[in-house]
């Protein structure tokens, strides 16, 4: 019988650039070349007789046909994907593939996985690289832990882990005589060093905590929490950072929090799945443990 349907690599270059919007990107997503997608999108084209693609700028846009193509066979291709994943799990053992936002990981996951692995030995952990426009739809990711706030869109199912707290942290000299601080207009004495991403932290916590001032500009800001934290801890300035991310620094005394006054806000990390996907039973087990991990009493061990 003769085959009408393109090949699987021509589907998955195709779904992969649409979802993308960008060759480029779906090659580095498939593990393969640039040029080995536009080869595989022609040859589906040839295949089906119309253009799938249409060039806008840098973007590659689907056609009308392209669209209700991709509509057709989406939910088939992942079907496939999603059974060819259960399967290789049952010859391997219960896995948990996961993708997680890396300052988090770095911060608070990392040191509490040696709980996990010890509570749940059978599990096979591994980690996909973390993109920040990531659908959260990828049939071989089991879940994924975002920033993020509530509501989440409708075909997502999230839980709130941590990182809700905002907290002014400082070398901890500065809690010394003979000027430490013991108000939040104190910090306003001190350069104030900012996150690039989200300059606004401040101003927020002030205004939480009954300050009305004028903010001074900032003495430096820093892409990174790590960087931010690390120019605390040089003397630089203070910062207002998410507590949870500088756990393991105030153990050590390497900052400390100028003032026990910690702000809520919208945005935390959650762990997320597609919501019309039944969780495995691997994520259910990672679900109930880390948010058990997330309780205010819960610290892992710096010995």
Do not use: K
């Amino acid at each position: 019988m003769r085959m009408h349907s393109p090949s699987l690599s021509e589907l998955h270059a195709f779904a992969a650039a649409a979802r993308l919007g960008s060759f480029s990107l779906a090659a580095q997503e498939l593990y393969v070349t640039q040029g080995g997608i536009s080869r595989s999108i022609a040859r589906l084209e040839e295949h089906l007789g119309f253009a799938v693609f249409e060039r806008q700028g840098r973007r590659n846009v689907l056609t009308p046909a392209g669209r209700d193509y991709l509509q057709a066979v989406e939910p088939a291709i992942q079907a496939i994907e999603a059974a060819s994943a259960a399967a290789r799990r049952r010859q391997a053992g219960p896995q948990l593939r996961l993708s997680v936002a890396p300052t988090l990981f770095s911060h608070w996951l990392i040191p509490r996985l040696p709980d996990f692995r010890a509570r749940h030995p059978e599990v096979l952990l591994s980690f996909a690289p973390y993109r920040r426009d990531d659908p959260l739809t990828a049939p071989e990711i089991d879940g994924w832990i975002r920033v993020g706030s509530e509501p989440w869109p409708a075909p997502v199912a999230a839980d709130y882990v941590i990182g809700r707290d905002l907290v002014p942290i400082c070398h901890p000299c500065e809690l010394l005589e003979p000027q430490p601080i013991r108000t939040p207009q104190d910090l306003l004495q001190r350069p104030l060093l900012f996150h690039t991403n989200y300059p606004g932290n401040w101003a927020r916590w002030f205004a939480h905590m009954g300050v009305d001032a004028a903010l001074p500009p900032p003495a430096a800001d820093f892409e990174t929490v790590a960087l931010l934290t690390q120019a605390v801890a040089a003397g630089l300035g203070v910062a207002v950072v998410q507590r949870c991310l500088v756990e393991q620094d105030l153990a050590g005394g390497r900052v400390a929090l100028a003032l026990d006054a910690p702000v809520h806000i919208e945005r935390g990390y959650f762990l997320c799945r597609p919501a019309a996907r039944a969780p495995s039973a691997a994520l259910e087990q990672f679900r109930a443990w880390v948010l058990q991990q997330a309780a205010p009493q819960a610290v892992p061990s710096t010995t």
